[in-house]
């Protein structure tokens, strides 16, 4: 499992003394925390590789592709771009770990209540910057391992989705199960932007065009139900003055079938409005729109 963790503002990771209390980089003191001393040595310890190890599965032209050893770190730094270094001191303390005494260049950066917690490996970052969340987020968006190679002239890309999707027993149980294999919260409500008599239309090849053209003359879109909330005369109208289109998903739910605008009975949204690309010909006019709006 990867998981992305957002924290409230109270307690964000914003000072290097705030990061040091929440993740370590170093050996646990053995007799004054024995339970984390074991979790740390059976789980937490990367490698050994490189000189120690010149066949680990992390070596790669000579060289461990997750950087370890770590440099030894005085004091954490919160750099710029990638992960901050975090606290490594040089304190000469080393155990065993198979064959090799290591120091605290090889642990990799934990939560110690989690690690007692839970007994097991559990990498911990702090995602201070927008590129040390690409990892995570990799791991999220990435999809199914590959397991097949096929080289053909020939596209087809059902067949190659079924030729490289790998279904794992766990993920075959969950499937059938009917347990969700993803979620996200709080949702988001796209938001459609269109001047007038110009939103998508969705119709059949077969039917008449003056069945769709009466159709799509009288169909409501989130931005003209947007408009019909704020001309109500009753609470809805008067929660509707209240708040902007991008804020309407967080106080109204829209509801598809009936194409209307609802005051929220639990729960939020996020609006997210379609992007209007300046070059597009009718460009001024949508921005009019969005000014309105």
Not at 3 to 30: C, G, N, R
Not at 125 to 152: A, P
Request: glycine share 4%; proline share 7%.
């Amino acid at each position: 499992m990867h998981m992305l963790i957002f924290l409230d503002h109270p307690y964000k990771l914003l000072t290097p003394a705030e990061v040091d209390s929440v993740i370590w980089a170093q050996w646990p003191d053995p007799d004054m925390q024995p339970l984390l001393f074991a979790t740390v040595k059976a789980c937490m310890v990367h490698g050994p590789c490189g000189a120690l190890n010149l066949n680990a599965p992390c070596m790669e032209n000579g060289k461990c592709t997750k950087g370890y050893p770590k440099p030894f770190q005085a004091q954490m730094n919160m750099v710029k771009e990638g992960y901050p270094l975090y606290f490594r001191p040089d304190d000469h303390c080393s155990f065993k770990v198979g064959h090799h005494d290591l120091d605290n260049r090889w642990i990799v950066p934990y939560n110690p209540f989690m690690s007692v917690t839970f007994d097991c490996h559990i990498n911990v970052e702090c995602g201070v910057t927008f590129s040390s969340l690409k990892y995570v987020n990799k791991y999220i968006c990435k999809g199914q391992d590959r397991t097949t190679l096929e080289v053909s002239s020939r596209r087809d890309e059902i067949k190659k989705y079924i030729d490289g999707r790998y279904i794992s027993a766990p993920e075959s149980m969950w499937q059938i199960l009917q347990f969700h294999i993803h979620e996200q919260q709080p949702s988001i409500t796209r938001l459609q932007v269109h001047l007038p008599g110009q939103h998508m239309v969705t119709f059949d090849p077969n039917e008449d065009v003056e069945a769709v053209q009466q159709r799509a003359a009288s169909e409501q879109t989130t931005l003209t139900a947007f408009f019909n909330a704020n001309a109500d005369l009753g609470a809805l109208g008067v929660e509707a003055h209240c708040h902007t289109y991008q804020e309407f998903p967080q106080y109204f739910t829209w509801k598809p079938k009936e194409k209307v605008w609802a005051l929220c009975q639990r729960g939020y949204a996020l609006g997210h409005m379609y992007y209007v690309s300046p070059t597009h010909q009718q460009f001024d006019m949508c921005l009019n729109v969005l000014r309105f709006i």
